[in-house]
């Protein structure tokens, strides 16, 4: 079947425009989880989605990033005025539920802020 | 809160080497451990895991065992091939109730042949 999906799988914007990166997880999965990863770093949790709880936003860097799920399918994740230092891979995963479960990825989006 | 260490990369190894990569851990309760592996242009995948103490993962050739004595799930592979050139993400999840996995960062692997 169908894995995780994104879009754009590459992105290049000028400092201070806001941008919106689009993940489309597996059917079925309930679990949603944004990270971002910049070169040579490993994975920065930003926030976690499951099934129709509130979101955990604990690791989102500052204000100027949201996401959003629709029920349990696509998700968005929107960062406004954007930053030279906002530059990086962003991952999308899903999976079937908790923590326990093994995390299938997305191919990312290559954000690049000049 | 919750750890992962990883071995600084890169590691370069010939092929037919033996691999270690090193990872310990600090973690509440009891967590499950994780191997992902990262190909070049793609994202991650699920190499292995193991969800409770001395349990061992392994896939491709690869193995891993859940040491909660020291705190470790290193991983290795008898012999290395070209193909395995790679990131290997070593990660802990659904430690002290918590279902945010934690992620170590990152070892690349580069094999010459």
């Given at each position: 079947g169908a894995g995780v999906s994104q879009s754009p799988s590459?992105?290049?914007?000028?400092?201070?425009?806001?941008?919106?990166?689009?993940?489309?997880p597996i059917s079925g999965h309930t679990a949603l989880y944004w990270y971002r990863q910049r070169l040579g770093q490993g994975l920065e949790f930003l926030i976690y989605f499951q099934g129709n709880s509130a979101p955990d936003k604990s690791g989102l860097p500052s204000d100027r990033f949201s996401a959003e799920r629709t029920g349990e399918s696509v998700s968005t994740l929107t960062i406004q005025r954007t930053q030279q230092e906002d530059s990086a891979v962003y991952l999308c995963a899903s999976s079937l539920g908790t923590g326990f479960d093994e995390q299938y990825?997305?191919?990312?989006?290559?954000?690049?802020?000049t | 809160g919750d750890s992962v260490t990883q071995m600084e990369g890169p590691v370069t190894l010939s092929e037919e080497a033996f691999l270690t990569i090193n990872c310990t851990y600090t973690a509440t309760g009891y967590p499950s451990l994780f191997w992902y592996v990262q190909y070049p242009g793609e994202g991650l995948q699920l190499l292995l895991k193991a969800t409770k103490a001395d349990d061992k993962g392994s896939n491709k050739g690869f193995e891993a065992t859940y040491r909660k004595e020291t705190t470790s799930f290193h991983l290795e592979k008898g012999s290395v091939q070209v193909s395995d050139s790679a990131v290997y993400f070593?990660?802990?999840?659904?430690?002290?109730?918590?279902?945010?996995?934690?992620?170590?960062?990152?070892?690349?692997l580069i094999v010459h042949p």
């Open positions: 590459n992105k290049v914007t000028e400092k201070g425009k806001d941008v919106e990166l689009r993940c489309d990825f997305g191919p990312g989006t290559r954000l690049t802020v | 070593c990660a802990l999840a659904a430690s002290g109730g918590s279902y945010i996995p934690t992620f170590g960062r990152g070892t690349s």
